[in-house]
């Protein structure tokens, strides 16, 4: 591990101690002005190449397959059904071997291997229900507990998406389509909210029961604010519309007044309780959404009224104005830590 590495490992279990309560503001200033952080997170980036390598690698190998043998659906799922044991074999063996990065991507592929199954099984034994939905939930009960099992971050990253498939599936998702239209935002509020209730009780026991999966929280609470934040997004543009082809482009003017104003005092109080809390991550969620906000209204509400060729400028000139602002700010934190 790098010094910048080791560095930036140290300040995150000192962020964590301090949301717990063990050391005040202070003593955290002070320790964190002791482990300067690099430029670049290394073990980071690798991470997200072992991710993307671990997906390709998986792409590639069933396009491989099919291939060079002929393709049946019993085929198929007979090969899924190795692939999964085989991974899991292998992934075991390389944490033994102490490779426990490339064992816990090998562990994602054997999850992307068992979905692969899961739906091939569905359309042989397929009813003609329709109900694809039911498949992510089973892969959802799988891989859910294997991630603390296998104590494997990736994974339960994956189980956050499979319950936002299966849950817009289950909700009103007509067909394959309106990925992002979220046609009932409001069933999506509640389950965000319901997730960072999850991720908040997730990070007090992780000071007793569950120390061994410390840091799980952060992917809880980030997986819900996503899902609160992209809710609060559609109700703020279009009501709470619950039809897909229904009026909601006729949304009262009081209702997305009310909506606005319910997402722009949820990302202010992220922005106060991520700053009093030194968890960057509540903070940039905050601050994130509230700019998309200006620029949702902006573009809603004033573009077509002002030209587009100059809401265009003025959009681009407030956007490099920002990242100035934020440059700025971030010289000042090097030069000056206690600021």
Do not use: N, P, Q, S
């Given at each position: 591990m790098t010094p910048a590495a080791a560095n930036a490992a140290i300040r995150a279990e000192l962020g964590q101690l301090l949301r717990e309560g063990l050391i005040d503001n202070k003593t955290y200033s002070s320790l964190s002005e002791l482990y300067p952080v690099g430029r670049w997170d290394w073990r980071s980036l690798g991470r997200w190449f072992l991710i993307f390598g671990a997906v390709s690698l998986a792409a590639g190998s069933a396009i491989f397959l099919?291939?060079?043998i002929h393709f049946t659906l019993e085929k198929l799922a007979i090969q899924l059904g190795i692939a999964t044991i085989v991974l899991l074999g292998g992934a075991q063996w390389l944490k033994w071997r102490t490779w426990r990065?490339?064992?816990q991507a090998l562990e994602l592929m054997a999850a992307f291997s068992l979905i692969g199954l899961t739906f091939t099984l569905g359309m042989i034994y397929s009813t003609g229900s329709g109900h694809w939905s039911a498949l992510v939930l089973?892969?959802?009960?799988?891989i859910l507990p294997a991630s603390y099992a296998l104590n494997n971050r990736l994974l339960l990253v994956l189980s956050a998406v499979l319950f936002f498939v299966w849950f817009g599936g289950r909700t009103g998702y007509t067909g394959w389509g309106y990925w992002f239209g979220m046609n009932y935002p409001l069933r999506f509020?509640?389950?965000g909210g319901f997730i960072i209730a999850l991720g908040c009780g997730h990070m007090m026991l992780e000071k007793t029961a569950l120390a061994r999966f410390r840091g799980y929280a952060k992917i809880w609470l980030s997986s819900g604010l996503f899902i609160t934040e992209m809710a609060l997004w559609l109700l703020s543009l279009f009501g709470a519309y619950e039809l897909i082809d229904g009026p909601w482009h006729l949304?009262?003017?009081?209702?997305?007044?009310l909506f606005n104003t319910v997402w722009a005092v949820f990302n202010v109080l992220l922005i106060v309780v991520g700053a009093r809390?030194?968890?960057r991550m509540l903070t940039?969620?905050?601050a994130t959404f509230l700019i998309i906000q200006g620029?949702?209204?902006f573009f809603a509400h004033a573009a077509d009224r002002i030209g587009y060729v100059t809401s265009s400028f003025l959009a681009g000139g407030a956007a490099l104005a920002l990242a100035f602002m934020l440059e700025q700010h971030r010289r000042a934190s090097v030069a000056s830590p206690d600021s």
């Open positions: 099919r291939e060079i990065m490339v064992g089973i892969d959802l009960i799988i509020a509640a389950a949304a009262r003017a009081d209702e997305l007044f809390l030194v968890f940039a969620y905050g620029y949702t209204l």
